[in-house]
């Protein structure tokens, strides 16, 4: 099993509906979890972080957290074409600094 | 802003051949990170380094070394390149320890023929 998985992709949504991208881990005692996104040929920036269960905003950003289930996921409201890329999920293990990514999930929103 | 500046963008080196790419962040980042991205593998943890001259070996080490010298540069050394290791290498810093935000520099795609 990957420490952490995310379903690769693509998805594809309409513009203006919301993008539903989901990760699930396996280390029980992660504690920091994050999202980034990477569009095509560029590198990875960080657009949520999020530390306890629950849900956390940030403009049309939802990250929601449970870690009873393992699984850190990332709502997009509103999509945009903009918003097309490649999402990195990324948990902090429990060894240090160290951050474990996801294979990623491409989302491509349709005009 | 912060600046991840890695040397080259795009590289072609020949089997057997030693390879250094070389990564150098402005922000006065304790920690720098080498990562190598593939298709449906997501980025992997080469090596990293906490502070100047220390290293540790991130989930593939094998058949790479590091070098830090300076806190500002990171290089990753492939000793002996081969064609499984042609893939696209990504230099991440971050201001220290527990701060997960990663900065990441441009990557540098190399191939090894």
């Known amino acids: 099993q990957k420490e952490v998985e995310q379903n690769s992709g693509p998805l594809s949504v309409p513009e203006g509906a919301i993008a539903s991208l989901n990760c699930t881990y396996s280390?029980?005692?992660?504690?920091?979890f994050f999202w980034y996104r990477q569009y095509s040929g560029k590198s990875p920036e960080l657009i949520m972080s999020?530390?306890?269960?629950g849900d956390k905003e940030d403009g049309r950003f939802t990250a929601q957290l449970n870690k009873a289930s393992q699984y850190v996921s990332l709502l997009i409201r509103d999509s945009q074409p903009s918003d097309s890329a490649t999402y990195l999920c990324?948990?902090?293990?429990?060894?240090?600094?160290?951050?474990?990514f996801g294979q990623g999930t491409e989302l491509s929103v349709k005009p | 802003d912060v600046k991840v500046t890695q040397s080259s963008r795009y590289l072609v080196k020949r089997t057997g051949e030693k390879v250094f790419l070389e990564c150098v962040q402005d922000?006065?980042?304790?920690?720098m990170f080498w990562y190598r991205q593939d298709p449906g593998l997501g980025l992997r943890l080469i090596y990293f380094?906490?502070?100047?001259?220390?290293?540790e070996k991130g989930d593939i080490p094998e058949g790479y070394s590091v070098s830090r010298e300076k806190k500002e540069r990171f290089s990753l050394i492939l000793e002996s390149a081969s064609t499984n290791q042609t893939s696209m290498y990504l230099c991440?810093?971050?201001?220290?320890?527990?701060?997960?935000?990663?900065?990441f520099g441009s990557g540098t795609q190399l191939s090894v023929l």
């Open positions: 991440a810093s971050s201001l220290r320890q527990g701060r997960e935000k990663l900065f």
């Open positions: 280390d029980r005692v992660s504690q920091s």
């Open positions: 999020i530390y306890s269960n």
């Open positions: 990324a948990v902090r293990g429990n060894q240090g600094g160290k951050l474990i």
């Open positions: 922000m006065d980042h304790e920690n």
């Open positions: 380094s906490y502070d100047v001259k220390m290293k």
